[in-house]
Nanobody, 129 residues
Framework: VQLQASGGGLVQAGGSLRLSCTAP????????MGWFRQAPGKEREVVAA????????YYLDSVKGRFTISRDNAENTVDLQMSSLKPEDTAVYYC???????????????????????WGQGTQVTVSS
């Protein structure tokens, strides 16, 4: 099972990009979802994550105020709106999903790679200075 991610590209510093990801299954399937990134020579890190209910989210400190994660449960999609991009945001970005089987899980936010079962193929984001 693989998620479908899109929206990466090349942008100048200060510019914006929007990443989108579609999770598998029927509409309104319950997934906790997140976006991660991995730069060359570095470990994969969480950028943002959002609960299935949509009322809780997490952001990496370095992207707070610049990135916004959102989701549409009717379409099983999660988006990452990235603004004021910096060269240090350059990385391959991955979306991830983990089924939320219980009400508690539906309210939760997951921030570690090991907590997610399903991954997208990665989309390159390059920010030039």
């Amino acid at each position: 099972v693989q998620l479908q991610a899109s929206g990466g590209g090349l942008v100048q510093a200060g510019g914006s990009l929007r990443l989108s990801c579609t999770a598998p299954g029927r509409a309104r399937s319950a997934y906790t979802m997140g976006w991660f990134r991995q730069a060359p020579g570095k470990e994969r890190e969480v950028v943002a994550a959002i609960a299935y209910t949509g009322n809780r989210s997490y952001y990496l400190d370095s992207v707070k105020g610049r990135f916004t994660i959102s989701r549409d449960n009717a379409e099983n999609t999660v988006d990452l709106q990235m603004s004021s991009l910096k060269p240090e945001d350059t990385a391959v970005y991955y979306c991830a999903a983990e089924p939320a089987y219980t009400p508690t899980q539906a309210l939760g936010v997951l921030t570690h790679t090991t907590e997610y079962s399903y991954w997208g193929q990665g989309t390159q984001v390059t920010v030039s200075s």
